[in-house]
């Protein structure tokens, strides 16, 4: 789309486009210098993402310090007296060919106080570093995904390692 700019008297006048000009040399076209400079969003998203921030600490607070230990409390009960330990008792008198998968997945809890192998060898033994761990099992499947990611971006952009 071609506009008419018409300058005042300094000026000549021009035939330019919105986005491009040709200059009067050789007939080139020339792309108008645009400059970006950072600037602050509005202050509503600042306030909307402030808001989400602090509710997520808030969230966070209360799963940390709320839910999870009365979770925690209630299932120690029920293990020790509740349904849970009815359950863990036909698992353990089921035969050996019953149940194995059951069997399999709470062998922790059936097989009390033997220790299990760390997920990440090199780092030091603790209750959160095992395989059963979802949060170390994320971060494992995340990082292989990024590795997996990085090197097919590799291969079809022709870069060598």
Known sequence: MIQQRTFDVHSESLLQSS???VSESGGTLNTPIQTFEP???DTSALIGMGTVVLL????GFVWSN???P??????AISKSRG????YL???????????KLEKWMFSDWLNKGQQKEAAIPFLKKAKWNSGDNPVLVTTLIMGIGVIIASFTERVSS???F
């Open 19 to 21: 986005f491009l000009s």
């Open 39 to 41: 600037s602050l969003p």
């Open 56 to 59: 997520c600490i808030v969230a």
């Open 66 to 68: 709320e839910v999870v």
């Open 70 to 75: 009365t979770a925690r409390t209630n299932l």
């Open 83 to 86: 349904d849970v330990k009815e």
């Open 89 to 99: 008792d036909e698992i353990k008198e089921a035969g050996e060919s019953e149940r």
């Open 158 to 160: 022709g870069q060598a």
